[in-house]
Nanobody, 124 residues
């Protein structure tokens, strides 16, 4: 069992930056790949970024590529999402998730554990 707690969300103006954190507890977090997903009101949850167990491999949605960076610190059992050049369309609840899959994955159903989410609101 892995417990995930997100933090770092908030209100920011367009063009600004935020850094989300996801603290993990329970089983050894370095045994899990991690990902960030988001869900805007009235929309389905969508993939944002993923990172492998070691942190060497990453994957991004086209909509955030070049603006967002996912990273992890296994010594601290924490995954991060650095979000720069934020746009109003980035407004959503952001969820951290963990997967036992070895390969980086952007598939929602391959993630077994989820956090409660943190709200990110980007004003224009």
């Amino acid at each position: 069992q892995v417990q995930l707690v997100e933090s770092g969300g908030g209100l920011v103006q367009a063009g600004g930056s935020l850094r989300l954190s996801c603290a993990a507890s329970g089983r050894t977090f370095s045994s899990y790949g991690a990902g960030w997903f988001r869900q805007a009101p009235g929309k389905e949850r969508e993939f944002v970024a993923a990172i492998s167990r070691s942190g060497r491999n990453t994957n991004y949605a086209d909509s955030v590529k070049g603006r967002f960076t996912i990273s992890r610190d296994n010594a601290k059992n924490t995954v991060y999402l650095q979000m720069n050049s934020l746009k109003p369309e980035d407004t959503a609840v952001y969820y951290c998730a963990a997967t036992p899959r070895v390969l980086v994955t952007n598939l929602y159903h391959e993630y077994d554990y989820w956090g409660q989410g943190t709200q990110v609101t980007v004003s224009s």
